[in-house]
Structures are given as C-alpha cells and as structure tokens.
T-cell receptor, first 109, second 114 residues
C-alpha cells in the first residue's frame, strides 16, 4: 500500500462547480499535512496547510480526519485558473515529506 | 530576487556521461532537498540536508551524490547517466526540518538522457 494515496482523476468540471479531493495516508504517526498545487511544467507551490480543526482560505477548505487517516480539499466556485494538479503531502519524520501522486483538475468554461 | 534557483533549466546528454545540477536559495533556510519527478509526474524525495549535513537519503543509487558547500547551496552530481535518470529534478528549501514548514521549490531541471 502506498504511504499517500490520491484519486488521480482527472476531474473535469464546469466553472462555478464545487469539487472535492480526498487523500489517504497509511502512517498513523504522520504529523503534518499540506496541499500543494502544481501547474503544468511548473514547480509545486504550497496551497494550504491542513489543521486538525479544518481550515479555510477563500474558496478553499481543507479538512483532516486523523481517525480515518484522510485529508480533503474542497474548492468552491471553481475558476478556470484552478486547473492544475493538486498534491497531497504528508510529513512523518523531520525532513521527509511524502507526496501523493496528484489529482488533476480541469475547469472548463 | 528568485527564492530558489536551479541551473541549468534543461540538460540533454548521452548515456554514460557525468553531469551536475546546481541549486541556490536566498531565503536563509536551513534545510534543502532534491526531488525527482518522473514522466508519470510522481514526485519523490531523494535527499535532504540540514545545515550542510545529510539527513535523508531515500535509497538513491550511489551514482547520485549531493554536495552542500554551505547551507544556501545544494548541488547534485550524477555519474554514469542512464536512460531511467530522465526526469525533472526539483530543488527545494524550508526553514528547519520540522514537518510543519512550507517547502519552496526551484523551477526544476529537465534532464533528458539519450
């Protein structure tokens, strides 16, 4: 079983749609969690950290469920510019981040 | 004022050659990383350095040798290049090794081995 698993998609949604991605992790000792975004042929960039209490940043909401060992990302009112690959990242040990294989989102007009 | 820079951006070379990729960060971070992203877009950590000391080595062939002359630089030397080494190599940095720190990535070096 992979340490971090994501549904690869692709997710194709119309503008304005709400879309949710899930990510599961296998190591219950995982300490911290993030969502990164990677545009085509670009480097990954931090989208948001994921906290136990859940957190929101504008149209983006991240949730963590430690009991079930998954994190989620919800995007409301999708924009064309949201089209990208979304990477779930889980840290167990200091200095080591495990990236999921990414979920590809395409938002269409 | 690029935060994490890598050179070269593109590298095309023949099998068996030796090549180096350089990385520099001007963020004052203590920790630097090398990642490999293959053709299927899977991003895997290769090495992590903290204050010039190796802290993570993820079962990478010993043809790959990182070197950190100071905490702002982490270079990657690859000996006897193989076809399977073709990938995008990303350098990254973060403040400390704590798992709560954001990583900042360089633009990547696209390596093609012919």
């Amino acid at each position: 079983r992979k340490e971090v698993e994501q549904d690869p998609g692709p997710f194709n949604v119309p503008e304005g749609a709400t879309v949710a991605f899930n990510c599961t992790y296998s190591n219950s000792a995982s300490q911290s969690f993030f969502w990164y975004r990677q545009d085509c042929r670009k480097e990954p960039k931090l989208l948001m950290s994921v906290y136990s209490s859940g957190n929101e940043d504008g149209r983006f909401t991240a949730q963590l469920n430690r009991a079930s060992q998954y994190i989620s990302l919800l995007i409301r009112d999708s924009k064309l510019s949201d089209s990208a690959t979304y990477l779930c990242v889980v840290n167990v040990n200091a200095g080591k981040s495990t990236f999921g294989d990414g979920t590809t989102l395409t938002v269409k007009p | 004022d690029t935060a994490v820079s890598q050179t070269p951006k593109y590298l095309v070379t023949q099998m068996g050659n030796d090549k180096s990729i350089k990385c520099e960060q001007n963020l004052g971070h203590d920790t630097m990383y090398w990642y490999k992203q293959d053709s299927k877009k899977f991003l895997k950590i290769m090495f992590s350095y903290n204050n010039k000391e190796l802290i993570i080595n993820e079962t990478v062939p010993n043809r790959f040798s990182p070197k950190s002359p100071d905490k702002a630089h982490l270079n990657l030397h690859i000996n006897s290049l193989e076809l399977g080494d073709s990938a995008v190599y990303f350098c990254a940095s973060s403040q400390g090794t704590g798992g709560y720190n954001e990583q900042f990535f360089g633009p990547g070096t696209r390596l093609t081995v012919l």
